[in-house]
């Protein structure tokens, strides 16, 4: 079955830097756009960044572009999610997603930028 598994969240100062991970199982990783979304408390799930099968195009949010970084790694089954000069308002869980026919989510990691 389809399985995705989030990683590399925690608590980091403004300013400072956190690598996520998602390594996925269960349907044929290289042939899927995949997409970084996060939840802040009391706010809707919002896109953060996308990527395409192959990498060869992203996409980002306003909120995150110039900071934040997505790739994959199609050998290793995993996408990455580099999130530089973070703000408290990156503050929420992150989730990575992938669409086949169905929506499907990992559990999601927490993130929290705070001083």
């Known amino acids: 079955q389809v399985q995705l598994v989030e990683s590399g969240g925690g608590l980091v100062q403004p300013g400072g830097s956190l690598r996520l991970s998602c390594a996925a199982s269960g349907f044929t990783f290289s042939s899927y756009t995949m997409s970084w979304y996060r939840q802040a408390p009391g706010k809707e799930r919002d896109l953060v960044a996308r990527?395409?099968?192959?990498?060869?195009?992203?996409s980002y949010a306003d909120s995150v572009k110039g900071r934040f970084t997505i790739s994959r790694d199609n050998a290793k089954n995993t996408v990455y999610l580099q999130m530089n000069s973070l703000k408290p308002e990156d503050t929420a869980v992150y989730y990575c997603r992938v669409a086949l026919g169905s929506n499907y989510w990992g559990q999601g990691t927490q993130v929290t930028v705070s001083s």
């Open positions: 990527i395409t099968s192959t990498g060869g195009v992203t």
